[in-house]
């Protein structure tokens, strides 16, 4: 019995065949599970493990590594405040201040109504929009306090929920179909293409050699 | 006065707002690279790459030509490309996925071919939500209209692209950290050697590992010819290449420069570049290849924008970041702030790196907050030179990855520079700008 939705569990399975080995789905297949439960539940973990054929300790172990992943509860936004350096210079330290005040909440914490968790991010890669926010991954280009807030009151409203989906990185990348080119045929192509760049290069070589006699 | 008469070759459709999409991309010259090379030999393919002298755009600077050679023997299994781009103030990456995700594919696909590859990954960070969205459309678009797949556009070659997303964490842009991403375990780098993925790659196999920039320069040079990248530039900086300019300049961005004809002057003041800084202020420092290099002050600003150019003044182009500071800004806390940067990002595994950020840290935070003391400046360096001894340029390494002897570099500069600076945080008792 799975755990996940019907929908999930498929794309979970199309994930894993997309890899020469089970185990590198393991980060889509944590989105995946991210997506399904808000956060990795301890269900979530357990069917990860049985898709990768490895324990829940080895899938915890792995996604505690990585800073996207949430091994407990977490708001329904979360919200990431850079304050790497061009936001540091930009003002950054003080929008993640700001936050923390609007959000009623601290730094790693979620707010009291669940709906937010604020976290301090490293650089988002978006520093000519310094200071940068995300909101479940998406940027919401807002950098002073006032638009910070104006964004706030929007999710809370539902304005955005178009633009900011809830949890779930991998929620709009849908790839149409899955792998198209068999095994054996990989092999039996790339045998051939070698065996006529080596003819290739050896003429060239008796070319050059035949040259040389001259 | 800057030079800015070379072509564009990765951001040429910079100012279209549906860049990303099939239709524009098919318009302006798409897939017409991927047709001529599939009628070349994937040899040839890459001997243009070769002319064109191609350095890798990811940080390191190693010639992408160089780099497919080491396994033009032997069966390649397979290419990876990396999109983990989180150096600090970096952001060209994030502009091509987003911006021109078809040219990166068919870029892909044209390595792909040259290699003899069958599946490719790209690893995109998964901060990049809609980067992840658009590159899987690309890669949609390409399987709907035979670009991918089995015999792609009627030819002998087929080629299957994954798109992989990370899951946050700095250290898999370090490739052999990468790789073991891809495989589904923790980012830790790997021990070397073997020094190249090229010999032992992704699950032992012989694997290439190129930059999403150095990708995306592939359908240009096959359309133009390697010769006419390599006519770009000067002596091993061939070609164009985009700089990622931030900080405290009135127009930060990402522009797409030929390399060497420019200086970083040219880039922070230019009013087509950066328009310089705001009114009033001043340039007190700058770094001018991510956090990783060590900074420049006003003295370098006539340096060449060029791999070898900046090398040569000991620090590096790396990987096409300038971070500009004002005179308004404090030095120490900026450099608090890219310790605290490290510290968080250091992976575990080697002791002067996971320890050294850290105790770095600490000492960086207490100098800015409150509680420095004049000894700390020498422990500072003692600090730097258990991690990297020496402080030379190109650091010495005591740790498994580069990620280590990256620390030094920010706190090394600032302490030389603005010695001044620390000592007045001390007698303050922290930062006298807060």
Not at chain 2, 58 to 64: D, L, W
Not at chain 2, 380 to 402: E, H, K, M, R
């Amino acid at each position: 019995m799975s755990h996940f939705r019907t929908d999930i569990r498929q794309r979970a399975e199309e994930l894993v065949a997309l890899y020469p080995r089970k185990r590198s789905a393991m980060l889509p297949l944590l989105h995946l599970a991210q997506e399904h439960d808000g956060y990795l539940s301890d269900e979530g973990i357990a069917e990860v493990a049985a898709l990768t054929d490895t324990t829940p300790a080895d899938v915890r172990g792995t996604a505690s590594f990585y800073d996207m992943f949430h091994l407990e509860p977490v708001g329904q936004y979360v919200v990431g405040v850079c304050t790497n350096i061009a936001c540091l210079l930009a003002g950054g330290e003080e929008l993640l201040e700001h936050a923390s005040r609007t959000l009623d909440c601290a730094v790693g914490a979620t707010s009291s109504d669940e709906m937010f968790t604020l976290e301090e991010t490293e650089c988002l890669a978006d520093c000519n929009l310094a200071p940068c926010v995300q909101v479940n991954h998406r940027y919401v280009r807002t950098t002073t306090p006032a638009s910070f807030d104006a964004m706030i009151a929007d999710l809370r409203d539902g304005r955005l929920d178009h633009e900011v989906p809830s949890h779930g990185t991998l929620i709009r990348v849908k790839r149409q179909g899955g792998l198209r080119v068999a095994k054996d045929e990989i092999a039996a192509e790339r045998a051939q293409a070698l065996a006529a760049r080596t003819a290739r290069a050896d003429a060239a070589a008796a070319a050059a050699a035949a040259q040389e006699k001259k | 006065m800057a030079t800015l008469d070379a072509p564009r070759i990765v951001s040429s459709r910079r100012d279209m707002a549906d860049s990303f999409t099939w239709v524009r991309y098919l318009e302006t010259g798409g897939y017409n690279a991927l047709r001529k090379a599939l009628s070349m030999f994937p040899e040839d393919v890459a001997a243009q790459v070769d002319a064109a002298s191609l350095l890798g755009r990811g940080g390191a600077g190693f010639p992408a030509g160089r780099k497919w050679s080491m396994l033009r023997r032997s069966a390649i299994s397979y290419l990876v490309v990396n999109g983990d781009e989180s150096e600090p103030a970096t952001f060209k990456d994030h502009y091509l996925v987003e911006r021109d995700p078809h040219q990166l594919v068919e870029g892909v696909i044209i390595a792909a071919y040259a290699l003899q590859v069958t599946q490719a990954f790209i690893f995109l960070r998964g901060e990049f939500a809609l980067g992840l969205e658009r590159v899987q459309q690309a890669l949609n678009d390409a399987y709907a209209h035979g670009a991918l797949g089995s015999k792609i556009f009627g030819s002998d070659f087929s080629l299957d692209v994954v798109v992989h997303p990370g899951a946050g964490a700095y250290i898999c842009g370090e490739e052999t950290s990468l790789l073991e991403s891809l495989e589904g375990k923790r980012g830790f780098p790997r021990i070397k050697p073997p020094f190249f993925p090229a010999v032992t790659g992704l699950y032992g196999e012989p694997t290439v590992v190129n930059n999403v920039e150095t990708m995306s320069n592939l359908p240009w040079i096959i359309n133009n010819g390697g010769a006419a990248f390599a006519a770009l530039g000067a002596g091993r900086s061939t070609g164009t290449r985009l700089f990622a300019l931030a900080g405290n300049v009135k127009n930060p961005g990402v522009f797409e420069l030929e390399m060497v004809k420019n200086t970083f002057r040219d880039i922070i003041f230019d009013p087509a570049l950066g328009g310089g800084l705001a009114e009033g202020r001043s340039l007190k420092a700058f770094i001018p290849g991510g956090v990783s290099a060590p900074w420049f002050g006003p003295d370098q600003l006539d340096t060449p924008l060029g791999q070898d150019e900046v090398g040569a003044l000991g620090s590096m182009l790396g990987s096409g970041s300038i971070v500009v500071m004002d005179d308004a800004s404090c030095v120490v806390r900026a450099t608090w702030r890219i310790t605290k940067f490290f510290s968080r990002e250091s992976c575990g595994q080697c002791t002067p790196c996971r320890e050294g950020s850290g105790w770095i840290e600490r000492v960086m935070y207490r100098l800015e907050h409150g509680g420095g003391r004049m000894e700390d400046l020498d422990l500072l360096l003692d600090l730097c030179d258990n991690i990297a001894p020496g402080l030379s340029w190109p650091p010495q390494q005591t740790t498994i990855c580069v990620l280590g002897p990256s620390i030094p570099s920010s706190v090394h500069s600032a302490l030389s520079m603005f010695r001044d600076d620390f000592v007045a945080h001390v007698n303050h008792g922290g930062c006298p700008h807060a």
